[in-house]
């Protein structure tokens, strides 16, 4: 059972600013006796570093308000209600967010909490360099390289969220309360210069007691973020003069891959991480709450069993407290697959029933729920699945499963992707081989694996785009997609063609003409799961005596629509905005660019 962020409250109340004292950010009155004492000791560190991890939970942060919202939509994954245009949720997604949007626009929102986060880290990591002596023998060296990697997990988040924020590398004295924006080119060089210098402080995963669960950070992760952050860097996103590559020398396509193409490498010899042979049995073990490292999970945002809303935003659906859950009703099913993604997988690939759920738990009687088909406009993430947890969701707000921050198979994709660019396709080959090995059947290979890699490893381009979309493959519905097709310049036209692949869905036509117009189904023995026929391609035909007929539509023109607001460019909204309260309470320093 997972034991984080139970950290030492004396510390914490002496040396920490409560995360509900926030005007919006205000240094904690710390004697440097009190640092002294604290940061030369590792068990009274451990706490204050702990302590960098709380923001990740509060009501407002990360928990209720950034990963519930942020990554939707993309080409293929979305908000279910997406085309509701009175819903300031809907708004977040749609890419028309407002300064003043009811969901964000509090003084305790995620902005200032991961400035609470960024605030405690600088202090550790002033602490610990001044007090502790740290080395990558010591505990007080791992503690500097945790300290250090979640202070860059915190603004990789706030760049690729809101581009140019505030640049707070140091802790917050009376002269520095109020600051402009920096470059996010500044930022990345910080951020990558500082996980350089984690990698050399925190051993692999399992190297020492902390890192043998993913709730502490390892070097796997630390090298995987940072080739994640060159990427970032490198690649296009808006800037307030438009759409583009960072013009910094120092953040060019060839030094930033070259950087990240090594860190993926260094991770993949080390044998420190790998794929669960099964990708099922990967998405099993999270919900089941694994967090033993050495797997394909390299880090996750820890989450008692009181916080956190994985399952309760994206899980499948239940309608009603059953058999699986006490977490409430009605919970699961916020977001889940644009309705063409099952149809766009190979009928083959495993991923794709694991992904792809077009059920839902219908309302329970005397306890117990059944499976129940929707409409095709409204599919569920199957990686989240309360009737795959051990333990039962009693809360009525948190689920307390954790956030998947990065696993290894981004680590291969990336290095396929990098490889492609610096030394041509052949190098990328293995690695994404190495994907789709574990995503099909043994008897596939040949064709599904080997043939069709060998097919596209005559071009960059041609190997380009299979990696690409072998990455929707891999992570739809892990809100990983977003910031891949900004950074490839590919966010507006790929929501413009997952528009029309809607469209030719709904009418049954292109490659969606064969997707049968009505499903059927019936139960299996145990009278909960359902058998259905009609779901691939070319099932068309009535399968005779024993199944329930049921009409597969409504995907309406307004609801195809709603994946972008009508008359809004995704890549000119490509970050939300800084909303309205913290402009307000910045001393005329802070503003929104990109025409908000």
Not at 383 to 409: H, L, P, Q
Not at 500 to 511: A, D, I, N, S, V
Request: negative net charge.
């Amino acid at each position: 059972m997972k034991n984080i962020l139970k950290v030492t409250g004396i510390v914490l109340l002496g040396f920490f600013s409560s995360c509900d004292d926030i005007e919006f950010l205000e240094a904690p009155s710390v004697s440097s006796l009190d640092e002294s004492v604290i940061f030369s000791s590792p068990d009274l560190a451990a706490s204050a570093v702990d302590g960098i991890k709380i923001p990740f939970g509060e009501t407002n942060s990360y928990r209720g308000r950034f990963l519930p919202w942020y990554g939707m939509n993309t080409d293929c994954e979305w908000y279910n209600s997406s085309e509701s245009t009175s819903d300031d949720r809907a708004d977040l997604v749609a890419y028309d967010a407002k300064p003043n949007n009811t969901q964000m626009n509090t003084a305790n929102n995620v902005w200032a909490q991961m400035y609470v986060g960024i605030e405690r880290a600088n202090l550790c990591i002033r602490g610990i360099r001044t007090y502790g002596n740290p080395t990558s023998n010591n505990e007080l060296g791992y503690l500097l390289g945790e300290a250090l990697t979640l202070r860059a997990v915190y603004y990789a988040d706030l760049l690729k969220t809101w581009g140019d924020v505030q640049a707070r590398f140091e802790p917050i004295d009376n002269a520095t309360i109020y600051i402009p924006k920096s470059s996010r080119d500044i930022i990345y060089k910080q951020l990558i210069d500082d996980l350089e210098e984690a990698a050399t402080l925190v051993p692999w995963p399992n190297g020492n007691t902390a890192t043998s669960s993913v709730e502490r950070v390892n070097k796997a992760f630390v090298k995987g973020l940072r080739a994640r952050l060159a990427l970032a860097a490198c690649g296009y996103q808006q800037y307030p003069d438009g759409v583009r590559r960072s013009t910094d020398p120092e953040l060019s396509v060839n030094a930033m891959y070259t950087i990240a193409l090594s860190e993926c490498r260094d991770v993949i010899a080390s044998g420190s991480a790998r794929l669960e042979p099964s990708f099922e049995t990967f998405w099993r073990k999270y919900n089941q709450e694994v967090t033993t490292a050495g797997g394909e999970s390299l880090w996750e945002i820890p989450f008692g069993d009181g916080r956190g809303r994985m399952l309760f935003t994206f899980a499948v659906s239940h309608v009603s407290i059953d058999q699986y859950q006490a977490n409430g009703a009605n919970r699961g099913g916020t977001a889940g697959p644009l309705p063409h993604t099952f149809y766009d997988y190979d009928l083959t690939d495993t991923r794709r029933d694991v992904t792809c759920v077009p059920y839902r738990y219908g309302a329970a009687v005397n306890g117990i729920a059944k499976q129940q088909l929707g409409a095709i406009n409204r599919w569920y993430f199957g990686k989240y699945r309360y009737e795959w947890m051990t333990r039962r969701v009693t809360s009525t707000n948190d689920d307390g499963v954790n956030k998947i921050y990065m696993r290894y198979a981004e680590v291969l994709l990336m290095a396929a992707e990098a490889a492609n660019e610096l030394e041509g396709p052949g190098a990328a080959v293995p690695y994404l081989k190495e994907i789709r090995r574990r995503a099909f059947p043994t008897a596939q290979h040949a064709v599904k694996v080997d043939a069709y890699v060998d097919a596209v490893a005559g071009s960059r381009d041609a190997m380009f785009n299979a990696i690409a979309e072998e990455h929707k493959f891999e992570f739809t519905g892990e809100m990983e997609r977003k910031q891949a097709l900004i950074r490839w310049n590919r966010l507006g036209s790929s929501l413009t063609q997952a528009k029309e692949k809607m469209f030719r869905l709904q009418q049954r036509t292109g490659e969606y003409a064969d997707v049968a117009s009505t499903l059927y189904y019936r139960y299996a023995a145990d009278d909960e799961t359902l058998i259905v026929y009609g779901l691939n391609h070319g099932e068309t035909a009535d399968p005779g005596a024993g199944y329930t007929s049921l009409a597969w539509s409504n995907l309406t023109d307004a609801k195809i629509n709603g994946i972008v607001r009508p008359g809004v460019n995704p890549d000119a909204r490509q970050f939300w905005p800084i909303w309205q309260v913290f402009l307000d309470s910045s001393n005329g320093l802070l503003f929104n660019d990109y025409g908000y």
